[in-house]
């Protein structure tokens, strides 16, 4: 049985991943902010880890309780991580470690995550990255990158999920030749509570953009082919781009 | 430059102690949680690599600061810059808050803020010091269902002031900071959005506030009131009769703060 974990698999696109891969025969696992959190999901059989992914504190604990749960289960090995939790902020907000906090959990979380699993994964694994197509047009502000100049949250936001898709990028350079593949998911516009739980303006233009959105089941079917896929069937979809 | 902050693991404390790091400044830096500022503690030195020192300490103890400072003396530390941002808000009326819990405010706020204040003065770099003190908008009005509060922070305005004055001649620069809501917090950022309009038109960005605090202590500046429509609010304070400033301040408290409670997960 092959192994899976996901963040953010409360709500959204990450609640339809775990819900699809379960169904498929998965073992599955998931990461969530709060304790109460995973008892809104209705997916049999999950097994689920608490942690404020935003803290690096948090994200180093939840590593170490995979870790050690994947020694029991699995003999030590993970087959994906799915790097999906994922936050929008309507104003410039820090973390315990003083970082602006779409960036420390759109992209630093993941990245912490993945370093520490990374033994597990080195077994043929794969590192899925929720991206997004906001990336376009859209630089890494090398001097500033948590924008504490001049803070828009839009091009934080875009800026941290560029960083995702650098990241799958770099992790091919890094360590394809050891087995593991990254890959990183343009799920599309889908209707989720992501800009809900922001406030303020970007809570409100969100309410325009969110009706327009596909179910998160839709995108979910994405995440699945590239689990499912054997790789050099992943590596000529990769050629032809996946759409969602 | 050697520069303790106090508060630093909350949420303006932090983003001071980040800006502060992005200028190359050595820090010090003190809180009740000592996990958040281990935190704290790694995100300043990874980002920035300058030299961190942390202490946690429950300023509201003589006892526990006295230890503190022995640290500092046997490290043998003199300090150029003091931030007090160690404070706690209590939103609610005045019955309704634990007896103990009430006073704790003006004992953190004010009386541990003058103690740190009255210790680091001691062990300040000669040649210049600067001193900021966050008192906030609220030092300008009463204000009913937070009274506790906005009356410890008119203390720490007019304490600066005159200290300000005492100190001149001794190379010393007292900065009070006047903020009104940020978002530090995720209950912050639940109050601003129930305030509506005028949570946004009040409400500071964080990130400009911490940098030009330091600036505005550095150029020697006496008190900032982040935001135009702020300072409006602040020349209205000294217009307005007392007990219709708190009258107003009422009505709109409560309005807000049943919105709020309502939200509350
Ligand atoms: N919706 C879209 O149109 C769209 C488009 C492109 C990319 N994306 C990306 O898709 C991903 C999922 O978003 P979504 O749209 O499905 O939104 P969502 O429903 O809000 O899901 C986000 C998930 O992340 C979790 N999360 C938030 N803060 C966390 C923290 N500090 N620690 C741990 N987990 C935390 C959330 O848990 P709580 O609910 O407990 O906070 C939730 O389970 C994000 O990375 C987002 O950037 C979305």
Partial sequence: MKTVVVTGATSGIGMEVLRLLSREGYRVAGVSRTAEGCERVDVPDVKWFVGDLMQQREVNRVADEINAWLGEVSAGKLYALINNAGCARNRYTTTEDGYEQQFALNYLAGFLLTHRLLPALLHGGRVLMTASRSHMGIKVHWNDVMLRRRYNPLTAYKQSKLCDILFAKGLNDRYSEEGLRA????????????????????????????????DASVPAETYSL????????LLSLRRTGVQS | MNVMITGAAGGLGRAIAVECGSRGYDLFLTDIAPNGLESIELGIKRQFGVNVITHACDLTHASAVDIMLADIDRMGLAFDMLINVAGIDFEGGFLTQDREASVKIISLNDAATLRITHAMLGRRNKVRFTVVFVSSL?????????????????????????????????????????????????????????????????????????????DRALRGRTLYVPGVFNRLLAGLGRLVPRSLAAAVVYRRRSDAQRRWMNTEE
């Fill in chain 1, 183 to 214: 890959y990183a998911v343009d799920p599309g516009l889908v209707n989720t509570a992501i800009g809900d739980k922001s406030g303020g303006i970007v809570k409100f233009v969100w309410s325009f953009r969110k009706p327009h959105g596909t």
């Fill in chain 1, 226 to 233: 590239l689990c499912n896929a054997k790789q050099p069937e």
């Fill in chain 2, 138 to 214: 609220a030092s300008m009005f009463p204000m009913p269902l937070k009274a506790e509060y906005a009356a410890s922070k008119p203390f720490l305005l007019d304490f600066a002031t005159a200290l300000r004055q005492e100190l001149k001649a001794d190379s010393v620069n007292v900065l009070t900071l006047c903020p009104a809501g940020m978002e530090t917090t995720p209950k912050a950022t639940k109050k601003i959005a129930a305030q509506g309009f005028w949570g946004d038109v009040t409400t500071n960005a964080l990130e400009s506030v911490a940098r030009r605090t330091v």
